[in-house]
């Protein structure tokens, strides 16, 4: 167990609609990532929030966006949904300082049908 | 264009034998290269990682060796266990941070009793 909780583990939702997923980081963490694992694909990292604020964007999309809250969960916000965000989604959670590695979550698996 | 290649998508081993699985980077800023383990409906888990300073970093059965000049990196796992049958991440970053990483697609490892 990484101490990192994702919510819901999976999700189904139909094309045009919007989700939310949820990342509780491990106690003490400040930093959180949000990474989108496709089909046959690495791991591609989308955002870091840290202590509430945005820190870095990766290969996010438009559609999507997050944000972390002052009790450092972060939510990933999916909107009007196609086929190709089908993927899992990973959050991770680290400490401050250089050379540390990120823990990850057990991901939530979204499908959109 | 991917930063981060894992050649290799498969690796069958006999247990007690050892394990390499290879990493190539193109992006020479990398500085710091990390190792990840999956399972299947888990998320990934650290396992070792090196500095750009280091050639070499030894935990237990796993090592991990830096070939800057050949932007090439190797896990080794010595000896192989039959629990050792995961995907394996490569993973680098720029300016030791400790999330926004760069992961390879990864190599599924097969140790065979």
């Known amino acids: 167990d990484s101490g990192v909780t994702q919510t819901p583990k999976h999700l189904i939702t139909a094309t045009g609609q919007r989700v939310t997923l949820r990342c509780s980081p491990r106690s003490g963490d400040l930093s959180v990532y949000w990474y989108q694992q496709s089909l046959d694909q690495g791991l591609q990292f989308l955002i870091q929030y840290y202590n509430g604020e945005e820190r870095a964007k990766g290969n996010i999309l438009e559609r999507f966006s997050a944000q972390q809250f002052p009790d450092l969960h972060s939510e990933l916000n999916l909107s009007s949904l196609e086929l190709g965000d089908s993927a899992l989604y990973f959050c991770?959670?680290?400490?401050?300082?250089?050379?540390?590695?990120?823990?990850f979550g057990q991901g939530t698996r979204l499908t959109v049908v | 264009d991917q930063q981060v290649k894992q050649n290799s998508p498969s690796l069958s081993v006999q247990e007690g034998r050892i394990s390499i699985l290879n990493c190539d980077y193109t992006?020479?800023?990398?500085?710091?290269f990390l190792w990840y383990k999956k399972y299947p409906a888990e998320g990934p888990t650290f396992l070792i990682s090196i500095s750009s300073i280091k050639d070499k970093n030894e935990d237990g059965r796993f090592t991990v060796f830096l070939n800057k000049s050949a932007k090439h990196l190797s896990l080794h796992i010595v000896p192989s266990q039959p629990g050792d049958s995961a995907v394996y991440f490569c993973a680098a970053s720029v300016g030791g941070s400790q999330g926004n990483l760069i992961f390879g697609k990864g190599t599924k490892l097969s140790v065979k009793p």
């Open positions: 991770a959670s680290s400490v401050v300082g250089r050379n540390t590695e990120a823990f």
């Open positions: 992006n020479s800023m990398f500085d710091y």
